[in-house]
């Protein structure tokens, strides 16, 4: 195993980010009712719930393509059991408190996952299929598209939580970045 560099600290920050920052979404959603997170308000994926469950189906398609390093990362396994949602904006959860369970399940997963990447697992040119075809990219710029990826939809998922009353405080990574005065 090779050494932790920046790159795999950014990569455990990032994870650790996405967790904190869904466990505020979700909570201060979980305030709403059924018809607040169902209802459209425009955004791209519609509703609230449409919101957070298209980053989830992002999440579960990437770890699945990220499954597939040669790495093996056990870690995955239990997301390689999952059967692969077949569009962006398949629902995966009717109820809310469900959904909620799940992303914390898939949070800290990604938190494990994350911690046992090594350095040398960075630079690996990574094979997937998406809806436009074969790819080969590299591992390290995937990850940051998977964090990228979140952070996008989640600003939106918080305009949402706005535009129903809710503050949902404190959204940047600035505060998990270490100062170091």
Same mark, same amino acid.
């Not at 396994?77 to 399940?105: E, G, K, N």
């Given at each position: ?9 950014h ?24 018809? *607040? ?5 425009g ?47 398949q ?12 992303r ?26 998406n809806?436009?075809? *074969? ?16 952070t ?17 405080g *404190?959204?940047?990574?600035?505060v998990c ?5």
């Amino acid at each position: 195993m090779s050494r932790c560099t920046h790159r795999c600290t950014h990569i455990r920050m990032m994870a650790e980010y996405n967790q904190w920052m869904n466990a505020r979404v979700y909570a201060a959603a979980a305030g709403l009712p059924p018809d *607040e997170l169902r209802r459209d308000r425009g955004a791209f994926f519609g509703s609230l719930m449409g919101t957070l469950n298209h980053i989830m189906v992002g999440d579960t398609l990437w770890l699945q393509r990220h499954a597939q390093h040669p790495a093996g990362f056990p870690l995955l396994d239990p997301i390689r059991a999952i059967t692969p949602p077949t569009s962006l904006t398949q629902p995966l959860f009717d109820d809310f408190a469900a959904m909620q369970a799940h992303r914390q399940w898939l949070d800290q997963l990604i938190v494990d996952w994350a911690a046992s990447i090594t350095e040398s697992d960075l630079d690996h040119l990574l094979d997937y299929r998406n809806s436009r075809g *074969e790819n080969r990219r590299q591992f390290f710029a995937l990850l940051m598209h998977f964090f990228n990826h979140q952070t996008h939809h989640r600003g939106q998922a918080t305009t949402l939580l706005s535009q129903a009353g809710v503050d949902v405080g *404190e959204t940047d990574l600035l505060v998990c970045i270490p100062n170091h005065i």
